[in-house]
């Protein structure tokens, strides 16, 4: 891989969840999922000199979970680079972790002319049609609209040979030039999409990272999924 100039780093040992960097979504966002988005505390800080996006169980019927989604709108936006994210992933059916990017200009053109950058998305426990490797594959993806006006994306999961993304740290991250968008994990590439003639990446994105619950992909939480 070509080595790069490093631009930006977020370090939350350092500077916390950094309001200068990092917006809240608050509540309901998207796609049918089943959590309230906070900015409290409880669901998102800083321990250990790392992030932590923490899903909870309620009481409450009316907000069964809570969780965090953060994002660099309108203050760290980026076109073209290497963008990467040391995590660990949770686990367990309907966690729905992602880490990804839009286009800045979201709020003046909506979606999907935005544009959508995948980078990693986790469907726990069961997983995406049921293949029963939730926890040990995730997804890369880029979604803009086609000659209908539709949604149009590419879809690709990179499978462990052996355990889960839970079990350890890994490198997610994406090579974006003017030719390509490539995914990696650990440095090693997996899947390259061909973006020279795709107008709706080559123009500013912010950067997203959230844990969603239940939704349009993953199945809800059952009895066998651990809360927080």
Known sequence: MKEL??????????????????????????????????????????????????????????????????????????????????????????????FWCMGNDIDEVGWPLCGEIDIMELVGGRGDLRDGKGDGEYFSTIHYPNERSECAHGLRKAVLSKGNYCDKYHKYGMVWTPETISFYIDDIIWKTYDIKDNEFFHKPNFLLVNLAIGGGWPDAPDETTVFP
């Open 5 to 98: 100039k490093k631009a930006w780093q977020t370090n939350f040992a350092r500077d916390g969840i950094d309001p200068g960097i990092w917006d809240y979504e608050i509540g309901y966002i998207r796609n049918h999922e089943l959590q309230i988005y906070t900015n409290s505390p409880e669901n998102s800080f800083v321990e250990n000199g790392e992030l932590v996006i923490r899903g909870i169980r309620t009481n409450d019927p009316d907000c069964p979970y809570t969780s965090a989604s953060l994002n660099t709108k309108n203050k760290v936006v980026f076109k073209y680079g290497k963008l990467e994210m040391t995590a660990k992933l949770p686990y367990g059916n309907g966690m729905w972790p992602a």
